[in-house]
Structure formats: structure tokens, C-alpha cells
């Protein structure tokens, strides 16, 4: 997983992750990478909402975390 405070972040992404603090983004599609998105912008300070068509209980772990870290799922 790539944290905020990676040097590749620091460096080259920290003022494109710095402008997501606050905004609503949608990440459509809950698999493995739809996931670390929804993370990464969930950590970055946006307000995320993330859809799939399987239910909850189908995405994993994963997606019970996120939803417990305050990003909003609609499956």
C-alpha cells in the first residue's frame, strides 16, 4: 500500500493529493485496486463514496475497513 508520507508522494503527487482534502470523489467498482483508490483518497482527506454491484459482504475485508474509516459503500 502506498502511504501519504512515501517520498514518491512527497515529491511528485503531495499538491494533487493536498487539492482532494474535502472533495466528494465516487470510485465505481470495489476489487483490489477500486479499493486502494478509495483508500488513498479516503487518507488524502476526501469525502469518498464507493460503489459496487456485489454486495458488502462479497468485497472482503478491505471494503468493511474502509466503510469503518468513514467511507460510504452502495452496493
Do not use: N, Q
Amino acid at each position: 500500500m502506498i502511504a501519504l508520507e512515501d517520498p514518491d508522494v512527497a515529491t511528485r503527487g503531495r499538491a494533487w493529493l493536498d487539492s482532494l482534502a474535502g472533495r466528494r470523489v465516487t470510485v465505481v467498482g470495489l476489487a483490489k485496486s477500486g479499493i486502494a483508490a478509495a483508500r488513498l483518497l479516503h487518507e488524502a482527506g476526501a469525502v469518498v463514496t464507493g460503489t459496487d454491484v456485489k454486495p458488502l459482504e462479497a468485497l472482503g475485508r478491505e471494503a468493511a475497513r474502509l466503510r469503518e474509516a468513514g467511507g460510504r459503500l452502495l452496493t
